[in-house]
């Protein structure tokens, strides 16, 4: 029982590095944050190695991360969170190679075993769903502290308790974490309620620029360094634009698609049972059925654009 060897390995462990994937996400992050301070609880020491600086938006999660600097320190135990597979590591692979034990927590129903012991559940919304279990199991305390690094973990990964991952188990475990007393909603708003403008005026930019397929089944939007530029935004500022043709009526599969920093990325969502992990694993990346995305490898984002409504238009045919 992958539960029970994984509690039996952090037990023994006295460092451990915590990594979350790269661009970490709030699920990613704050389940991190999470595991950090149930293990300090019980005497560990626990360093979070991010691959990149926390993205503003969640500048409130930053204390305490260090962003990896190409050292190779040994830990005893390296706890991979919320990341599907190696690629999704980075440059902090050394870490992985020289750590005792590697244990990989996870809900991408992409995620590849990487690890020695591996808690995959795609059926939890969110890592941190699964880390409330995890912290249980080990018999420790949920503090306010522990209980809101969670709850923003949830939180982030399920649009605030929207998307079809929720279960009633989803609930039941988040109900125990606000028993701890934390301001839950003071994390809501900081979520999902607070824009700067100019990020509100490049999404609306964005809007006047939604591109239609299949009769508006599939709706793509675009961004490139130009967005960013013009409403003097940080490349890590542009983002959460596949919202904005997913929430269109008629919209089966949404897209946004990003050429920045000299990468072309998508990400996908389905509103329907089309599943974009699939569409999203034919580019090599991977995700949820519901919430996916990847690396495109294409000369320029109109070809990118081109690659991706083919497929997507395929997975609607076929439905
Ligand atoms: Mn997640």
């Known amino acids: 029982m992958a539960f029970k060897d994984a509690i039996e390995i952090i037990k023994a462990a006295k460092s451990i590095a915590i990594l979350p994937h790269i661009n970490a996400d709030g699920d990613a992050i704050a389940s991190c944050k999470a595991m950090a301070a149930a293990l300090e609880t019980m005497g560990k020491e626990c360093v979070i190695y991010s691959e990149e600086t926390v993205e503003p938006r969640l500048s409130f999660l930053s204390d305490g991360i260090t962003v990896y600097d190409g050292e190779n320190t040994h830990y005893d135990l390296c706890l991979v969170l919320d990341c599907g597979d190696l690629d999704r590591i980075g440059e902090r692979l050394p870490l992985l190679e020289s750590a005792d034990h590697v244990i990989n927590i996870d809900h991408h129903k992409t995620n590849t075993m990487f690890g020695e012991v591996n808690i995959v559940d795609p059926k939890a919304c969110a890592t941190?769903?699964?880390?409330?279990?995890?912290?249980?199991?080990?018999?420790?305390?949920?503090?306010?502290?522990?209980?809101r690094y969670l709850y923003v973990a949830i939180c982030s990964d399920s649009g605030c308790f929207k998307y079809s991952s929720v279960t009633a188990d989803t609930l039941?475990?988040?109900?125990?974490?606000?028993?701890t007393g934390f301001d839950h909603s003071e994390i809501t708003h900081i979520l999902f309620d607070e824009s700067p403008l100019n990020v509100v005026l490049m999404r609306a930019d964005v809007t006047q620029n939604i591109h239609s397929y299949a009769g508006g089944r599939l709706r793509i939007v675009t961004a490139d360094e130009s967005l960013a530029e013009k409403y003097d935004l940080e490349a890590d500022e542009v983002q959460g634009l596949v919202e904005i043709p997913r929430k269109i009526k008629g919209t089966e599969i949404a897209v946004a698609i990003k050429?920045?920093?000299?990468?072309?990325?998508?990400?996908?969502?389905?509103?329907?049972?089309?599943d974009v992990a699939e569409i999203s694993m034919v580019?090599?990346?991977?995700?949820?059925?519901?919430?996916?995305?990847?690396?495109?490898?294409?000369?320029?984002?109109e070809k990118a654009e081109k690659m991706i409504a083919d497929e997507c238009i395929k997975a609607i045919e076929k439905k």
Do not use: Q, W
Not at 128 to 147: C, H, K, P, Q
Not at 172 to 179: E, Q, V
Not at 283 to 294: E, L, M, N, Q
């Open 283 to 301: 580019f090599g990346g991977g995700g949820h059925s519901k919430a996916a995305g990847c690396r495109i490898n294409a000369e320029s984002l």
């Open 259 to 274: 050429d920045i920093d000299g990468k072309i990325t998508a990400s996908f969502r389905a509103n329907n049972d089309i």
């Open 172 to 179: 039941r475990r988040t109900a125990r974490l606000l028993d």
């Open 128 to 147: 941190g769903e699964i880390l409330v279990s995890v912290i249980d199991e080990m018999g420790i305390d949920f503090t306010a502290d522990i209980a």
